[in-house]
């Protein structure tokens, strides 16, 4: 039976990646994740880990996520938490903004089955037409869900995994305030659904 919003367990989940170079993708040197129980945020359930990884990080990436090779020589790899990440996804829905590079790097995992996802990217553009711009921090922004973040995440900082996945979580919560949407199913903002106005 598919929960109701009201009722569901969701999981926002976020990659930061190493930066493509030299025509290759990036690989993911960070993970965040963040769980909503009956439309509350569960901070006990907050999960960061920096990622290892072979390749190198670009300057790019650097600056933008201030993760250094350092930050990296001491973490697990992506395999390696397969049974935390398991664990915490597995039968639940999942949160991203702009889900693309979360699936991608989760097919390190064939048929892990995770899923099904809601996208906050694709749900922003739907709610809020006409934003100059529908990146994470500048619809939290418009949301006037800053400071909010902060009070849940007091180290939050943007393009840290963790910080992002609660960001995606807090503006899904939004959303769904918004739209009046706790009694509806999960499966009405499904990732590639329109929503109805």
């Not at 990646?17 to 963040?34: D, H, K, M, N, T």
């Not at 390696?80 to 889900?99: F, S």
């Not at 100059?132 to 939290?140: E, F, G, N, Q, T």
């Amino acid at each position: 039976m598919i929960p109701l919003f009201k009722n569901a367990s969701l999981v926002a989940i976020d990659f930061e990646s190493s930066g493509e170079s030299a025509g290759e993708a990036g690989v993911p040197i960070q993970i965040g994740l963040a769980e909503m129980k009956s439309l509350q945020l569960d901070s006990t359930s907050f999960f960061s880990s920096y990622l290892k990884t072979n390749s190198g990080i670009t300057k790019v990436a650097k600056k933008i996520h201030g993760i250094t090779p350092t930050d990296l020589q001491e973490a697990p790899s992506l395999l390696e938490l397969w049974p935390e990440l398991q664990r915490r996804l597995q039968g639940r829905c999942l949160v991203a903004h702009g889900h693309g590079t979360e699936r991608r790097f989760l097919r390190a995992f064939p048929m892990h089955g995770f899923g099904p996802w809601i996208d906050t990217l694709t749900l922003s553009r739907q709610f809020f037409p006409g934003l100059s711009s529908y990146s994470l921090s500048d619809v939290i922004e418009h949301c006037n869900l800053t400071q909010e973040l902060r009070t849940l995440h007091p180290n939050f900082r943007w393009h840290e995994a963790l910080s992002d996945a609660i960001a995606s979580l807090l503006l899904l919560l939004h959303l769904i305030q918004t739209g009046n949407l706790a009694d509806h199913p999960v499966s009405f903002l499904i990732a590639g659904k329109t929503f109805p106005r």
